[in-house]
């Protein structure tokens, strides 16, 4: 035992870097991510800096998607602590809730724009409401995606092949999870901010 | 590190041909594949330019003997259709920039030598790798495609700005053609994306044992800067066409606004085009420098070996790539001073744009600081690199006269822009990936390229280069616009026939030039000489691999790394080079003072592996 204390103590220097290669390129993957809607956002604010441009209100439902992505992303910490800690039972019914709230933030998103058609802002129109259509459902695009991962994870929960030993596939799930979560209330704050 | 390479040791890639050659996920391959496309594609690349030139050079000739090649696109007075022209010019930018100098350039040498010089078994992920080369297939196989359909090719310039591109009205190639473009270029993107995360993450985890970041080649320090600006930058462009594709497709109005079209106006309103200019040149800007940064990787370590001499300022040369990363997304504007662009943004981006001159300058003056009084061999890797550094500060200088927001007003958009960009990012990216080629052909293929058919390949093309870009600074100057299909009718260009005259003649004579250099290439890989272990005598780990490395690059362990890849003619050694993988215990005689002392490290880190493998 103490031999290996030893050697970790020697090891320390010559370690190049010490994140797992996938989760590395899952941050580069996040940041391609980011570039897209930080330009499409500049876009906006370009376009908007022109004039012409029809005010509009953010559909009501948005309000309570945020919130719904907001817990979501708190019960997908939960998820993620308790498969850290090999607390099955607890891990099933987090990642099970995250997965009801991520589908529950998409069918929100969805009745938002159902209420965008009925406020008469358009995808053809104004670039302004074309601009909100393109970056709500350009996010949404991009949750579906993570649903999608979610439920693999959830499966991979269920069959057990989550443990405090194999958590590289849920930190990952975890950390796309919160980003897209996060990028939401930047763009809704965003878009409350620049109508 | 020492995890990584017990898990893939012995791990040899035993596949059939299909999984070997095609569908392989070792990156040698998939750099020979990105070679091998991106060839294919210059030559395609090429053909279109010597078919405009044609028009450009003998306005009046007759054509006609091109029917049996281009049909159609010939008109019944033996003339190259006018649409057809500004399609041909539009698709040799495109062609050029995107799937062969930087697919075909950061593709082949950063899957090709972030392994093999950082020391690791392959990329950090093989499969991705493997995809970001079929995307760029997929995506290279739409755009062959567009050059065949009935409407012709996208045809609103490399550029694609709205609403030329938007609007199947405007030009017949903004229908089909333009909507195959924008799939075509999706693709890219996503192939590009994945390839940079690969490199990033390759430099960044999976360096071998010793393998500092101040020990890394500069090929490896510019494909990383390159990678990071793809990543940064083409996202942008995404964001840009999928604007476009809306404006396109479903009738959104991003870029469009009050367009009358034969008398009608269309039902698009609020739309801004300078906004696209905006976010293509967002990418675009950057862009020069993902061509351009791996060829002067590549020339930096190709001058340093063949010099026979350390790279003059290595830590200068990795700032100035760096400074030129960071500025390349802060100079945009710059393509865009006739925009109606507000003067004092303008002299903002002047400024910025003008500052881009002091970390080139830095970089040329290190390039001639390493050459001068080097023992130079003039090997045709070496030549072609010499090439790039003249045309990169021949291009360059005239980057402070088109950067400048006054002088721009007269030379925007004129065939003096044409022979800027064309020699400081074309030629020059050109002439570092031909460079390249010929450098780590042995490593490639086993075999030696031929050095006599090197020599006559570089001079034509040295020559042809600078026969057919430097009387276009004078054409330009006059005024001469650049993508115009005849300049005819103009009296005030009728002086200037000779010159487009010769610069047509040298063009094809320079595309011809290759012809030598793809015999060379096909020919070589088949006839040419054995290469021995290490051919340039070089530092860096790629050549202490075998003749022919398999999957996993190392048939042992990988070696560890001691010292900087740049130690040639080390006073007192006992050759003019040391090798990156020769501990300073094995040199005490040309050691100076501190390598002495990492001596005892040396020690250290042999016993570290030891206790290691009894652990796993």
Not at chain 1, 103 to 108: C, E, I, K, N, P
Not at chain 2, 209 to 235: C, D, E, Q, R, Y
Not at chain 2, 526 to 541: D, E, H, I, V
């Amino acid at each position: 035992m103490e031999n290996a204390v030893d050697l970790r103590l020697v090891e320390e220097p010559k370690k190049t870097l010490a994140m797992n290669p996938k989760k590395f390129g899952m941050w580069l993957f996040l940041a391609t991510v980011m570039m897209l809607f930080m330009s499409i956002t500049s876009a906006y604010i370009v376009r908007q800096a022109e004039g012409n441009w029809v005010y509009f209100e953010l559909p009501p439902s948005f309000y309570i998607t945020s919130f719904i992505i907001v817990v979501s992303s708190i019960t997908m910490h939960w998820a993620y602590r308790a498969s850290k800690r090999d607390d099955l039972a607890k891990a099933k019914l987090y990642i099970s809730i995250t997965s009801v709230l991520g589908l529950a933030f998409l069918v929100g998103q969805f009745i938002g724009w159902v209420e965008l058609v009925q406020a008469n802002v358009y995808l053809v129109g104004n670039p302004s409401g074309s601009f909100l259509y393109i970056i709500t459902g350009l996010h949404a695009l991009h949750l579906i995606s993570a649903v999608v991962f979610l439920l693999i994870m959830l499966v991979a929960v269920f069959q057990g092949k989550v443990s405090a030993h194999n958590m590289t596939k849920m930190e990952m799930c975890t950390t796309y999870w919160h980003f897209l979560g996060a990028l939401w209330l930047y763009l809704f704050v965003f878009l409350i901010l620049y109508r | 590190m020492e995890n990584h390479s017990h898990e893939e040791h012995g791990h040899e890639h035993h596949g059939n041909f299909w999984t070997t050659y095609i569908f392989s996920e070792d990156h040698k391959v998939i750099a020979k594949q990105f070679l091998i496309t991106g060839m294919i594609w210059a030559l395609i690349g090429g053909t279109l330019s010597v078919i405009f030139r044609l028009q450009l050079g003998f306005p009046n000739a007759n054509l006609s003997w091109l029917k049996p090649l281009l049909g159609g696109w010939i008109t019944a007075e033996g003339k190259i259709d006018p649409e057809f022209y500004l399609a041909l010019v539009t698709m040799h930018g495109t062609i050029m920039v995107f799937f062969v100098l930087t697919a075909g350039l950061s593709g082949t040498f950063s899957n090709f030598l972030i392994p093999l010089q950082v020391g690791a078994r392959d990329m950090a992920s093989g499969f991705m790798n493997m995809l970001s080369y079929w995307f760029f297939f997929a995506s290279s196989c739409v755009m062959f495609t567009s050059l065949f359909i009935s409407t012709g090719p996208a045809a609103g310039g490399w550029v694609i700005y709205p609403p030329l591109s938007a609007l199947p009205q405007a030009i017949s190639g903004s229908g089909l053609g333009m909507t195959l473009w924008l799939v075509s270029m999706a693709l890219f993107i996503i192939s590009s994306l994945l390839g940079s995360i690969n490199y990033i993450t390759t430099v960044i985890n999976l360096r071998t044992v010793g393998m500092s970041f101040t020990k890394l080649p500069l090929t490896i320090w510019a494909f990383f800067f390159t990678a990071i600006i793809g990543i940064l930058s083409f996202p942008v462009l995404f964001a840009a066409a999928l604007l476009l594709i809306f404006d396109r497709s479903f009738g959104t109005s991003f870029y469009l606004s009050d367009i009358y079209i034969g008398g009608e106006a269309l039902p698009n309103e609020g739309g801004s085009p300078i906004l696209f200019q905006h976010l293509f040149w967002f990418l675009g800007h950057p862009e020069v420098y993902i061509v351009l940064l791996p060829a002067l990787g590549i020339t930096s370590e190709i001058i340093s070996t063949n010099s026979r001499k350390p790279i003059f300022g290595y830590k200068a040369m990795v700032g100035s790539m760096l400074f030129i990363a960071v500025l390349s997304f802060v100079v945009w504007a710059h393509h865009m001073f006739v925009t109606g662009m507000n003067p004092f943004l303008g002299s903002i981006f002047t400024l910025l744009t003008l500052i881009i001159a002091v970390p080139s300058a830095v970089k040329i003056f290190n390039y001639v600081t390493t050459i001068w009084r080097g023992n130079l061999r003039f090997t045709p890797a070496m030549l072609f690199s010499i090439g790039l550094v003249s045309f990169f500060l021949t291009g360059g200088i005239t980057g402070l006269f088109v950067g400048n927001s006054a002088v721009d007003i007269q030379l925007h958009d004129t065939y003096f822009i044409v022979a800027h960009f064309h020699l400081v990012m074309g030629a020059a990216s050109f002439f570092g990936m031909v460079a390249g080629v010929y450098h780590w052909f042995p490593k490639m293929f086993g075999r030696m390229m031929n050095d006599k058919l090197g020599y006559i390949h570089f001079w034509i093309s040295f020559i042809g280069i600078y026969m057919v870009f430097f009387p276009m600074h004078y054409i330009g100057i006059a005024g001469f616009p650049r993508r115009y299909y005849t300049w005819t009718n103009f009296e005030t260009f009728g002086g200037f026939t000779d010159l487009n005259m010769v610069v047509s003649v040298s063009a094809i004579i320079s595309v011809g030039a290759q012809f030598i250099f793809l015999f060379n290439f096909i020919y070589s890989i088949f006839r040419g000489k054995l290469a021995p272990a290490n051919p340039w005598q070089s530092n860096t780990l790629e050549w202490t691999t075998p003749r022919h490395p398999q999957h996993g690059n190392w048939p042992g362990e990988i070696p560890t790394v001691y010292r900087w890849p740049y130690d040639y003619s080390k006073p007192g050694a006992k050759e003019d080079y040391i090798p990156q993988h020769i501990p300073f215990s094995e040199t005490p005689e040309s050691n100076l003072p501190h390598e002495s002392e990492l001596i005892k490290l040396e020690g250290m880190d042999n016993t570290i592996r030891v206790e290691e493998k009894k652990h796993h």
